[in-house]
């Protein structure tokens, strides 16, 4: 099993969902989330205030899917979020020792 | 003793109860009558305890002193089909061992049937005083009913013990079952809108319901020894409405206990859409779980209202009823006691005046004050009567804008629609009346989402992080409050009415409204956009990216001018904080500001660049057109027109624009138009002259020779060359309201000062004077200059602390390094100055060494 994480655009949330329902993956958490890669952010002037723009928000998806799915979703995501901008953000893969659901206490594969 | 008949009688009381239980159950299942079902299971364990005892007195005598009572809800004679059966055994004195072999061998065939048996034995005396460590118990006894045993003990009890103990103890009870009750109020947070409620302990749950019994139950023994009969136990307006509820309450239980076999009372999500299915509680057929537990609201908003009498009984019991008369309370006046955080009416009749009913309920949206169970009922008597000529009044506007207003405003828009006053003056929001959005998002019924939003935006009046302190700044900067307030009021009605988009539905609903409330067209069309586009800044930071300088300039273009734009972000806040307590997260605030902040910045910082156009096509500008009188020269008046910032246009009705076409025809006879109007609370001046040199430090320093606060400042010049300078000022002083001559003679100093017949200098010098405004708040001066805003000036952005005479010195100081100010906008929030100016020097954007001497120069003076 793996975990994908990814990391886009709060403006992508949309799409990317639509792309992984139409292969097949259902289940996911969204957390709102602050951060930068190169793209450092800016400052901006309102008022007299400088208020400085380095954590811009970003969405971040976690999912835990079985290994033959890591491909296709990791392109849906890829081609939903992508713009070619600096700042669409990234997707991390890690392995994933066991997944249990609570309700039955399944586990494995048949947990997810 | 020979068991095997004893065996054989359990397995004759067992068969009984299967049969009898079963009937009980198909009965509800067919009726779904839950008063009917408890009823019969109430009586089926009397029958039973009866056959027990009698037979257990047969073959053990020595029970002759013992009684049987029910107590909770069994003594209620409402038990549900897996509550406890609370039994009291009563005894005169300790009970004696035979006594005791009874009372063990009754409870024990009671749990031989599956049944949850609480027994206790107690002695009269027992019962006869008040146990402060458990006061739960004597609070118990007030539910007893007798089923068998020794009658003439129980009279006793019933009789002379009881009512002897609450008239005694009447205090105690009272407030221990204040503190249980506001500790379970707590518990589920003070809200009956849970999206799965406990349909027996959350507030407005049959708790409530008992609650209120026992409250009656306890005035009625203290005041007279008697026990209340069941059906005058609440005031009339609420025993028909709380009446129906418990139906409702007890139907649904009923259902909750038999399908899943336990008393468990939790409302789940599930378990409302199949009680929904099967038209639980409601007398039409199978309904959609929305409907359903929009009926669920309705009742238990009737029951909640029932813990009111816990305030109004302590009231009068306290002695402080007394303080109604003599008007202690600090909040009371000539027409309303407050008693406890209560208002009372000192004539209860007063109510049927229109006028006084609302301002009952300006005096709760003052106070934060809640009416007392007799107000709610004297306005309930009343509405009937009154209720024909309530939305008609002339002055209903004027009632409500103060009400909108007022810090607690919530409370009382939410009162008045509990008693059925908001859909009297406004029956479109009968539409949303305990409307639910059935979804894990939305908490709460979409009329009381209205309310909160409203009491969401006067919580920032106390912010509590510096993110809350942002959008208070904004609100203080509102000028027509009253307006954002009414958009937050209807801005859902639409839900609750047919049609794809609640959008549409609302701006229908709001026609109506505004016509009934009077509204001006320019007043009417504001909260008409707001309504419009109460979705469109959430869907802009959801959907787009916010930090993309084309996303903000196509929604700063869409939304139009600083005012709109202000109040759309604080709709928006207050729409999505009322959501739910979490759904406004940080990061939401966060985004939401930014997009604020940024689309201010471009209005403020586009205004010069995007000008009328000779003989162009402009939305504002046709409606000005279509609504102007007959016989305008409309070339005359596009001329009059181009080159003005197209902001004029939008931040000026139809009618003021107008009103300055004429100043600008009139320049042919006197080149120097001067209009000063008192408005209320401010003033407005209107300057339209030729260009010239500095002309708005001219201006400036007249009013502040004259010792007026400037709050709000635009000066525009359009293509030919004339200047529209547009200021609005408060009058310290009130020289003017006091000197109604003065008004004049400003003029005549404005006009003597531009024509240059008076030298502002001397009048400056002459004339300034008194004390200056003491303020504790520090404002960190800021000059910027922006030099990519506007093709052919620079920006200028100045906050200061605002003082006297800042204005005069700022653009002074321009006007003294040669700049030309193209446009001008000064506001002021608050203490602080907030000012932006369009410059140019000799046609061109300033230099940085020129904006270097401006910034020393203006620093110098702030």
């Known amino acids: ?112 | 003793m020979n068991s095997t008949p004893l065996l054989d009688a359990v397995a004759v009381l067992q068969e009984f109860y299967s049969t009898e239980s079963a009937a009980v159950r198909q009965a509800f299942e067919d009726s779904h009558n839950g008063q009917a079902a408890i009823r019969a299971r109430s009586d089926l364990l009397d029958t039973i305890i009866r056959q027990i005892w009698g037979s257990t007195l047969g073959e053990s005598p020595g029970l002759e002193g013992v009684c049987v009572a029910a107590l909770g809800g069994y003594g209620r004679r409402a038990l549900f089909p897996c509550s406890d059966v609370d039994l009291l055994f009563l005894c005169e004195g300790t009970p004696s061992k035979h006594a005791q072999r009874g009372i063990r061998r009754l409870s024990q065939t009671l749990w031989d049937l599956h049944l949850r048996v609480s027994p206790t034995t107690r002695s009269l005396a027992d019962c006869s005083r008040l146990h402060h460590d458990n006061v739960e118990f004597n609070i118990s006894l007030l539910d007893c009913r007798y089923v068998s045993g020794d009658a003439e003990l129980f009279e006793q009890l019933h009789g002379k013990a009881l009512p002897g103990m609450v008239a005694r103890e009447a205090r105690e009870l009272l407030q221990r079952l204040t503190d249980l009750t506001r500790a379970r109020h707590n518990k589920y947070g003070n809200t009956i809108f849970h999206l799965e409620p406990n349909l027996k302990d959350s507030p407005g749950g049959m708790r409530d319901y008992h609650l209120a019994g026992w409250l009656t139950t306890i005035a009625r023994l203290e005041q007279n020894g008697t026990w209340p009969a069941l059906d005058s136990l609440f005031p009339d307006t609420l025993h028909a409405s709380s009446r129906a509820a418990v139906d409702f309450l007890s139907a649904v239980r009923c259902f909750l206990h038999y399908h899943q076999g336990r008393d468990l009372n939790a409302l789940t999500y599930d378990l409302q859409s199949e009680a929904a299915g099967r038209g639980i509680g409601i007398s039409a057929a199978p309904v959609s779980p929305a409907e359903w537990m929009r009926a669920y609201f309705r009742h238990v908003r009737s029951i909640h209202r029932l813990t009111g009498l816990l305030d109004e009984i302590s009231a009068k019991r306290s002695g402080l009823y007394r303080i109604i008369q003599n008007r202690k309370s600090r909040l009371s006046n000539a027409d309303f006691s407050v008693v406890q955080g209560r208002v009372f009416l000192r004539q209860s009749s007063s109510v049927a005046d229109p006028e006084m009913l609302l301002s009952l309920f300006e005096f709760v949206a003052r106070h934060g004050v809640k009416l007392s169970a007799d107000a709610e009922r004297y306005v309930e008597v009343v509405l009937p009567v009154i209720q024909r000529d309530l939305p008609a009044r002339p002055d209903l506007w004027a009632h409500l804008r103060r009400i909108l207003v007022l810090p607690h405003a919530g409370a009382a828009l939410r009162a008045m629609h509990r008693l059925g006053l908001l859909v009297v003056l406004f029956k479109e929001f009968q539409a949303i009346d305990s409307l639910v959005i059935r979804d894990y998002y939305h908490r709460y019924t979409v009329d009381e989402h209205s309310f909160v939003t409203i009491e969401r935006l006067h919580a920032l009046s106390v912010p509590d992080s510096d993110l809350h302190r942002r959008f208070q700044d904004i609100l203080l900067g509102i000028e027509r409050p009253e307006l954002l307030f009414l958009a937050l009021l209807f801005h859902d009605v639409g839900k609750g009415m047919p049609g794809a988009s609640h959008v549409e539905g609302s701006l229908e609903a709001l026609q109506g409204v505004c016509g009934r409330l009077r509204l001006e067209p320019d007043d009417c069309e504001l909260v008409r956009f707001l309504i419009a586009s109460h979705l469109r800044m959430s869907a802009t930071t959801q959907q787009r990216d916010i930090f993309d300088p084309e996303t903000v300039h196509h929604f700063a273009e869409s939304v139009g001018t600083v005012e709109r734009l202000k109040m759309l972000t604080l709709l928006t806040y207050a729409d999505v904080s009322a959501v739910n307590p979490q759904a406004l997260t940080p990061w939401k605030a966060e985004m939401l500001w930014r997009l604020f902040a940024a689309a201010e910045n471009y209005l403020n910082r586009s205004v010069d660049d995007e000008r009328l156009p000779a003989g162009g096509a402009d939305n504002a500008l046709e409606r000005i057109l279509r609504d102007a009188p007959r016989g305008l020269d409309e070339e005359d008046f596009r001329l009059f027109l181009e080159g003005f910032p197209r902001r004029y246009l939008l931040t000026h009705s139809g009618s003021v624009v107008l009103t300055h076409y004429e100043m600008w025809r009139a320049l042919s006879e006197d080149d120097v138009q001067v209009r000063v109007e008192s408005g209320d609370p401010y003033y407005e001046l209107t300057l339209m002259t030729r260009d010239r040199p500095r002309l708005f430090a001219t201006l400036a320093g007249v009013l502040s020779a004259w010792r007026m606060d400037i709050l709000k400042a635009e000066a525009f010049s359009n293509r030919a060359g004339v200047v529209l300078d547009t200021i609005r000022f408060s009058d310290r002083f009130h020289t003017l309201a006091l000197n109604p001559s003065e008004m004049r003679r400003l003029q005549r100093n404005i006009e003597d000062v531009v024509a240059g017949e008076l030298d502002v200098r001397k009048l400056v010098d002459e004339k300034t004077g008194g004390a200056p405004l003491r303020s504790q708040l520090a404002v960190k001066p800021d000059v910027r200059f922006h030099n990519d805003c506007s093709s052919h000036s620079t920006l200028l952005e100045i906050i200061a602390k605002d003082r006297p005479g800042l204005l005069y010195d700022i653009s002074t100081a321009v006007a003294e390094l040669g700049c030309n100010i193209e446009v001008a906008l000064i506001d002021t929030q608050g203490q602080t100055a907030l000012d932006v100016f369009y410059l140019s020097c000799e046609g061109e954007k300033l230099g940085p060494e020129l904006q270097g001497e401006l910034q020393d120069a203006i620093l110098d003076r702030l």
């Open chain 1, 1 to 112: 099993m793996t975990k994908v994480e990814a990391v886009i655009q709060t403006s992508k949330l949309e799409a990317v969902k639509i792309a992984l329902h139409d292969i097949g993956v259902e289940g996911m958490t969204v957390l709102e989330a602050r951060g930068h890669g190169r793209q450092k952010g800016h400052t901006e002037f309102y008022r007299g205030r400088e208020y400085t723009v380095d954590l811009l928000p970003k969405i971040k998806l976690e999912m835990v899917l079985a290994d033959d799915m890591v491909e296709r979703t990791v392109d849906a995501i890829m081609g939903a979020a992508r713009t070619g901008q600096i700042g669409d953000g990234k997707i991390f893969l890690s392995r994933v020792d066991e997944a249990i659901r609570i309700r039955n206490q399944e586990r494995g594969i048949a947990a997810l």
